[in-house]
């Protein structure tokens, strides 16, 4: 049995609609609709034990379908294992070197993708060089929050410069609590990793929320003192670090 069809049996078994499920659990309706059809493959992890909570269930209960979607290895398992036994010295230390080792595979996979145009901007000498970034077509909420979905992602043509070589994904901003720093509109460079220092800016999921927010420890903070402070518990993921914003100059017009 799928992934789909199991969370299919347990909404059955609870007696929920799929309606009553995108209620309880906090995932949007349309997410759930996409796992259920098979067109999300990889659901995230939270939004597994966000299904998982609703539903009365334990992560346990999806893991042989979860590694299954996700296609884990007996070595990675066998990795899981053995990560779980560190006590919290041990997991920063591993976490520090695969922090690390995924950029430095980040950015050999970036120079592999760099194209030069024969472009030339005025007083230039040299031709453009550019990269393609990913922009989800949700934006991330710089407000109160609005609901993570699984959606598509259009690829954009940047430069390639000091500033967008860390870059992972373009985000749109929606809202102004991030003011003044980050406006309603922009286009922000994030960078994919699982945690941020105290005091930077982020993308986070928090409770089926993505917002953009000051990293505080345990709460998340709003630039713009008209919003209030968000807690950082329960189901909160950090999905990357806020680089900065995308200059309109920085991108290669179609």
Known sequence: MDLGNLITQYRKEAGFT????AERSGVPKGTINKII??????????????????LGKRLADFDQEADS?????????????????????GKNTVDGVLDSEYQRC?????????????????????????????????????GYGQAADDETAEQIPVKYNETTRKADYIMRVSGDSMEPKIHDGDRILVR?????????????????ECVIKVYRGDYLES????????????????????IGVLRPEWIIKK
């Not at 398992?77 to 990560?83: G, N």
């Not at 699982?194 to 089926?208: A, L, N, T």
């Open 69 to 89: 979607e996700f296609g884990l290895s007996q070595s990675e398992h066998a990795h899981i294992k053995k990560y779980r036994t560190l006590d919290g010295y």
């Open 37 to 54: 059809s098979g067109t999300t493959k990889a659901p995230s992890l939270d939004t597994i034990r966000l299904l998982a909570y609703a």
């Open 192 to 208: 994919v990793q699982p945690s941020v220092e105290e005091g930077e800016i982020g993308v986070f999921i928090r409770d089926s």
């Open 106 to 142: 980040i950015e050999q996979a970036k120079e592999t993708q760099i194209i030069t145009l024969p472009l030339y901007e005025m007083g230039a000498e040299e031709p453009v060089r550019i990269i393609w970034l990913p922009e989800p077509l949700q934006p991330a909420a710089a």
């Open 223 to 242: 630039l713009n003192p008209q919003y209030g402070n968000l807690p950082f518990r329960g189901f909160s993921e950090c999905k990357g670090l806020v």
């Open 18 to 21: 799929i309606d009553e499920l």
